[in-house]
């Protein structure tokens, strides 16, 4: 199997140092390019952007007098699904619930609540049955959809976890979206990996064999194996990817529970580094995903805290011209997961 090359350039530039007065200076920042979709990452030296203290959530997360996802609510706020689509009306696996969206993202969408019965969830309490179950139900819905609905090919199940990170309600949920024409980055995943896979074979497994054991590497769990990406899209950013998985609807019970325990790991792990809020998403390959050679991937970083006026970390860098800067390095990222593994 082809070995991938992973490009990396040294970058230097002359800053002046207000610590000494203005004398000009020579800092390193290294540039890298994914090897897969091109995309590139800059890492940066010198301060880092990481929180030294976690802003007090108190406010934030407490409980209103009305919330569509709280326990006492839900029933008369949500409506169950069609019959046509599963006879459940809402979908539950231990404490989590699935509900349609409101919200029209794709053709066919929903929302997963890890757990009504509680508001808010900090990230040390995402625990990984909570996450596992919530994931075992959207896979469940996942299937359902394709049964009703063959065209709806693409599919994927993601999460925005308070307002930094895009989420218009607190209590902690997960929303899926399913249709015939996929995402951006996922559809370029599927055609960057059947390119790939024409040329030297699977990317997927090029990329877990080589990347085992290394300095990237945090670990395996059932299937899924976790690493941290060679030229992040984000900070903190980890990935879960799924061995002989190419499609959503083709993860197992198990390899939800693998996947709700690695992200929960990663998880508590940023708790401890005081974040606060975080991304994932999960996507399959389409319709054509196993000829592909495309592999379920799990993708999760963290966003910045919630606080009254706070540094967003999507500058023209990230959001214009689809290019990151990253104050800790993937290997810095990994050391730190690889015990919690």
Partial sequence: MTAIDFEERDLEASVPDLA???????VRLRWRRDPLTGTSARILTGVKLQPSTRPD???LTAKPAFCPFDSE???RATVPFPAELTAEGR????QAVVVPNIMAYATH????IYDPGRHFLD???LTPALVGDALTAMVRHARAVRRMDPAAQWSSINANYLPPAGASLVHPHLQSAHDAHGLTGQRMLVERSRAWKERHGSYWTALVEQE???????GQIGRVAWLTPFAPTGFGEVWGVVADAADVTELTDEDCRALGQGLSQVLAAYRAQNLAS???GLVGGGPHAHEDGHQVVLKVLSRSNPEPVYRSDATYFERIWGEALIDLSPEEVAEDLRARF
Avoid at 91 to 94: L, N
């Fill in 278 to 280: 975080f991304n994932f």
């Fill in 212 to 218: 085992a054991g290394g300095p990237r590497w945090v």
């Fill in 109 to 112: 969408s929903a929302v997963g």
């Fill in 91 to 94: 979908i539950r696996v231990g």
């Fill in 57 to 59: 959530l108190t406010e």
């Fill in 123 to 125: 990230l040390d309490e």
């Fill in 20 to 26: 000494a007065g203005g004398a000009w200076t020579r």
């Fill in 73 to 75: 609510h839900l029933e």
